[in-house]
């Protein structure tokens, strides 16, 4: 049953093309939603699809690209969004 999630990622995730290559990973494992840029330097990663794949997204998250130094990751659970792709922003 696909369900959603909210991550909030902490680190140098700002011009590291972060939420691109979040959309790349996402979109390869199916999930839609978006990746934006907060204005406290952080990214939010709203995320919908199965939960296994969500799981595969989370740990991406945990890393992220090569050039990106994450600290944290929070995830909460969000309300369910029938949308019909994942984008930046």
Do not use: Y
């Amino acid at each position: 049953m696909p369900t959603a999630r909210r991550f909030t990622i902490k680190g140098r995730v700002q011009g590291v093309f972060f939420r691109d290559s979040t959309r790349r990973v996402a979109e390869s494992l199916g999930i839609t939603g978006h990746a934006i840029n907060l204005s406290d330097g952080n990214v939010e990663v709203f995320a919908c699809g199965k939960p296994a794949a969500l799981k595969e997204l989370a740990r991406w998250l945990d890393d992220g690209p090569p050039m990106a130094e994450v600290i944290e990751v929070t995830e909460q659970p969000a309300d369910w969004q029938d949308l019909d792709r994942f984008r930046t922003g």
